[in-house]
């Protein structure tokens, strides 16, 4: 008998438009603004899916407080030991018709050994309070 194999887990791709109004370097933050609407996820290596602790996410949308090209919509973040990571930030409100958020794994900002992603994901409804996303990150 042959055993089982995991199929591994694929890297996330970038999404189109993931990168508009990228600010490089977004400093770390507690939260953006006064918060109210929580951005969260998890950071995992791609193939085995292992959590990846103290990896820098930036954060940024266009919220109730500012429009997502604004320095002070923009905030950073490190994953938690278990990879995981929030954001407390205002209410992502619609931009293009479509509330959505922004979220970038730079390796710019890191050590290098994963590569860069940056994501756009839409929220399902305007009046959600959370919004969920994971990186699976594909090492260099």
Do not use: C
Not at 120 to 125: E, K, L, Y
Request: proline residues 9%; negative net charge; aromatic residues 8%.
């Amino acid at each position: 008998m042959t055993p089982a194999r995991a199929e591994g887990l694929a890297p996330t791709p970038t999404m189109r438009g993931g990168a508009n109004n990228y600010r490089p370097g977004a400093p770390l933050v507690d939260r953006i603004g006064g918060g109210g609407f929580l951005m969260t996820g998890t950071v995992r290596r791609a193939g085995d899916g292992t959590p990846l602790p103290g990896r820098r996410i930036q954060v940024w949308a266009h919220t109730t407080e500012g429009h997502e090209r604004d320095a002070a919509s923009h905030g950073a973040t490190l994953s938690r030991e278990d990879g995981t990571f929030q954001m407390d930030m205002p209410q992502i409100v619609p931009a293009f018709g479509q509330p959505h958020g922004h979220l970038a794994y730079d390796a710019e900002y890191d050590d290098g050994a994963f590569a860069t992603v940056f994501l756009r994901p839409v929220m399902a409804r305007v009046d959600d309070k959370t919004l969920h996303v994971d990186f699976v990150l594909a090492p260099v």
